[in-house]
């Protein structure tokens, strides 16, 4: 699953999906480029998808953090859905449920204790303030350089 950004902006719903995501770099730029599509169009909302490994305690309660999720022997393949709005922020975890062959079978829920803290890459995607004119109008500018434009950002995604 690529990662996905869904906000709505002055003008209406965006949805923007990275051609790819080959590396950390790539994964990164992601990140600025919904930073800036946020401030470009006024977001006042957003949600981040992203598939993921989470990694979770072992069963006597440690939590090794020397080794990377994707690694562990306690890890868990999970989408999470990551909110945020001027009132505030919302995480919800699914566990993937694989087929026996390795297929998609469905999604599972996940039991989190209550976030205290918000933090990582793909987080505050929104600006702390809404943007003035001229941020946003720069903003436009350097997603026109990008080549991320307002119609494809719009269109009609219900063919999906």
Known sequence: M????????AGGPICFIPSSLKDERAKDNFASIARLICVAHAATAAV???EAWMKTASPDGTLDLTVPPSQSLHRREVVALTGESQAGYRQKILQIIRTGAGG????????TPPETTFSGPFAYILA?????????????ALLAVLGVTAAGLRRDWSAN
């Open 104 to 111: 998609f079978f469905g999604f599972g829920e996940f039991t």
């Open 48 to 50: 981040m998808i992203i």
């Open 128 to 140: 702390p303030k809404a943007p003035a004119a001229a941020e946003q109008k720069e903003a436009a």
């Open 2 to 9: 690529t990662p996905t950004l869904l906000a709505v902006g």
